[in-house]
């Protein structure tokens, strides 16, 4: 079936620094990928996706590309700020049938001053 | 703007109660899911509805029963508690053909 991996956490970082968090996949068709994030206490939210290979998803500072050769979808940004601190959760959705979202299991991101 | 709204966002059971916990979204979502969410698990898919009327199981369906009598609410049933059912439940919603889901900002569960 299809699944999602993610780098362990957390992740600490101090500010300014550049950000990687790595995702992989495997999916029997050509799925949809997604970057979700958590910030405490809160559900989560969306924050870039992208629907075909080599499109890049961004939004706030952070990037994704779509590589379907190595199946994978790693967020990055080029400076992060201690507002980043959360939880990061990479995920795919089959684009025919459900179209479940199937998640990553989160990777924590940890930002000091 | 609403969105996704559960309900309550706390909670504390005794084994073997029951209880429903409730999410009610306002964007005319036709899907909507309900995951939990557990250490070092990222979320997992209980049940999910496509539709008013419909339901169907998802990843770990077992212990946990939901209704969707109407297209804004998908109720969610534990009707006997047990400490494995101690954790944080996500309500969401999306609308197809766009599979971005909105979630709601979870019910903390704890089951002793």
Same mark, same amino acid.
């Given at each position: ?7 362990? %956490? ?9 950000? =990687?968090?790595?995702? =992989?996949?495997?999916?029997? %068709? ?29 939004? /706030? ?6 590589? /379907? ?35 990553? =299991? %989160? ?7 | ?40 698990? !990222? ?13 169907? &199981? ?12 109407? &297209?804004?609410?998908?109720?969610? !049933? ?27 900002? !979870? ?6």
């Amino acid at each position: 079936g299809n699944s999602v991996t993610q780098m362990e %956490g957390p992740v600490t970082l101090s500010e300014e620094a550049f950000l =990687t968090i790595n995702c =992989t996949y495997t999916a029997t %068709g050509y799925p949809s990928l997604f970057w979700y994030v958590q910030y405490p206490g809160e559900g989560l939210q969306l924050l870039l996706k992208a629907t075909k290979a080599d499109d890049k998803g961004s939004n /706030k500072g952070f990037e994704a590309t779509y590589r /379907k050769e190595t199946t994978s979808f790693h967020l990055e940004k080029g400076s992060v700020q201690v507002s980043d601190s959360a939880v990061y959760f990479c995920a795919l959705s089959e684009r025919t049938g459900f179209q479940k979202l199937v998640f990553g =299991t %989160g990777t924590r991101l940890l930002v000091s001053p | 703007n609403a969105g996704v709204t559960q309900t309550p966002k706390f909670r504390v059971l005794k084994t073997g109660q029951s209880m429903t916990l409730l999410c009610a979204q306002d964007m005319n979502h036709e899907y909507m899911y309900w995951y939990r969410q557990d250490p070092g698990m !990222g979320l997992r898919l209980i049940h999910y509805s496509v539709g008013e009327g419909t339901t169907a &199981k998802g990843e770990v369906p077992d212990g946990y029963n939901v209704s969707r009598l109407k &297209k804004q609410n998908f109720l969610l !049933g534990l009707e006997s508690a047990a400490p494995s059912q101690t954790s944080v439940y996500f309500c969401a919603s999306s609308h197809p053909p766009n599979t971005e889901a909105f979630f709601g900002q !979870g019910t903390r569960l704890t089951v002793v």
